[in-house]
Structures are given as structure tokens and as C-alpha cells.
């Protein structure tokens, strides 16, 4: 069977492999499509945590059943699945409190082990959810979308709540769009005024605004002459990361979902004046997955539009080059195996 492997930064390979053999409590998969998002990218240049070289990329994953045992959720061959990628060791006390999107010991397909872009793979039956009723295309988003969803739930978000989502890439858009969809006020911050673009005429987010030095007062007429209740970063940028907080009100909450290599500071005083509730968000649970496959079932996300490349797999050695480069306007490509 075919896979493709990231040997290092700047260097992906197609190869040849032998197919795996499934073990008891696994399932054997097809991989039907492939998304590819920041951490892909990230990889390919060299400057994503928590990476080792070589690596067989892809954890955004719709498959096809091809093998299964007998088991309690009643998957069976032929069947279309979801696949969670983060694979918990389920006894550490993150994982016993339901927590398994942090586990001590987390290895997440395509990062910590070798993920999806292989033509078969093997993958324990637990992590796989039924997913019959939707396109390979919508399958392949649960994962960006649950990222922005369990990042949603972790801030409390509510219908009231003014949000401020600053970056507008995949994981931004998805928090934009499902916040709106919930009720709240929400307003785009990004340095991209193509993205900014996009958040509005695609996805309909009204409030759009370039970073400048009148972004802060741009933000108070959305809110009533106030900020945000809920700040979320989903840019991963060093300096936005640094500063989203100032779009906080006091009492608010600053949510960082974006990930930076290196270190990060913050003014403390800042922080402390408004009492800051500061948060991480990381990953998603299985929760987060049937939510946004409710929401995909819906029809309220606009998938198509959100879906703005589809490649073969024998194109992808090509498209990274052209992916990484900001005049592509990439926001989420799909790669058909």
C-alpha cells in the first residue's frame, strides 16, 4: 500500500509499504480523505511542538471500515467512521476524570505517531464513531471543528457572550461560526485582510476588523461601549498571543487555542487588574465530535465554503510548497486517498 511521509522539514515522500495486520480490538480502516491543517503545515517546515522526523502525517481523518471484530458500538464492515485521533492511555487522572484530550500520556495520530496519510491503517475500535449519515467531506471536518467546539464549552460560552476570536484560519472560523450559531456576539481580529475577507462574505461574521492601533475602540461598538467577555487565540502568532487579553473586559476570560514553540509573556499587572480567567484549550473529547456531527447533520456550517482546496494524494509532495504560501488564501484542504 502507498503512504506518504514527512522525512523532515521541506521533505515529503511517497512510498510503498506492506498492508498492516489488524490485532484483537482493532478495526482495519480505508482512509477516505485527509484534512490538512496548521499542525501539517507546521510539521512540513519545522516548526510544530511536540514533533519528532520522520513522520507519516494526517490526523483529520474519514475511513471506511474494511475489518472488524464483534463489538459493543455495533460497527461493522463497510461502515463510514470518524476517527479520534488522540489516543489516551485512559488510566492517568486526566484520563480517569474524562479528560483523555489531555492525558499524560497523550499520542496523537500524525504527530506523536504516524497518522492517516496511508492508504490502510489500524486503529483501536474505541476511537471510532459511526458517522453513516455524513459525506467523507463533512467526516474529515469533525476534528478542526471539535477543536473550536471543545474550545467553546471549556470558556462557557452562551448565547449572551461577546467573543473576540482573534486569527481567522480553519480553527478560528470554526470557533467564529459555531459561537454565532450559538447566540453569541462574536468579532474577527486578523492581520490578513484576505482571511478577514473571507470570515465575512463566507461566513457571514459581520464584525471584521484589521489589527491597528483602533482595533480596541472598533471592538467597544460592538460590545456596548465594553470588550469581550471571552477572548479566544487561534492564531498561534507569539505577539497576538501576547496581547489578545487587551480585548478582555475586566472579569472576562482569555482562551488560548493556538500553540507557540517557545515562550510567551505577559504584563502581569494586565492580567491581574482585570482578574483574568486564563485558559488552554487542547484538542477535543468525544463529546466535542458528536456535537459538531450533530451540527454537520444540521446543515447550519457552511462545509462548502470552508472546503477551499481538494487534492489526489499523488498531488500532495506539490501542494504543501503552494499551501504554506499566504497568497494561496488557504483555509482547509481536503486530500482524497
Known sequence: MKFIVCEKPGVLELKDKAAPLKSDGEALLRIERV???GTDLHAYQGNQAFF??????????????LEIEENDQGLKVGDQVAILPYLACNQCPSC????????????????HVDGGMQQLINIPIPYLISANKLSLEEIALIEPLSIGRHALVRAGVEE????????????GLGILKQAQL?????????????????????????NTFLVDNKTLERCRTCFNGSLATVVFDASGNKSAMETGHH??????????VGLYKHGLNFMHPELHAKETTLLCSRNAIREDFIAVMELLSSGLFPVSKYITHQIEMKEIMTSFDLWIKPKTHLIKALVKF
Not at 449572551?160 to 480553527?171: D, K, N
Not at 481580529?189 to 461574521?205: C, K, M, P, S, T
Open 247 to 256: 480585548y478582555m473586559r475586566h472579569g472576562g476570560t482569555y482562551v488560548l
Open 182 to 206: 450559538m447566540g453569541a456576539n462574536v468579532v474577527a481580529l486578523d492581520v490578513n485582510e484576505a482571511r478577514l475577507a473571507f470570515a465575512g462574505e463566507q461566513f457571514g461574521i459581520e
Open 96 to 111: 480517569v476524570e474524562g479528560k483523555t484530550n489531555c492525558c499524560e500520556h497523550l499520542q496523537v495520530l500524525g504527530v
Open 35 to 37: 484534512g490538512i491543517c
Open 160 to 171: 449572551s457572550a461577546c467573543v473576540v476570536v482573534i486569527g481567522c484560519g480553519p480553527i
Open 52 to 65: 519528532t522526523y520522520p513522520r507519516i502525517l494526517g490526523h483529520e481523518l474519514a475511513g471506511t471500515v
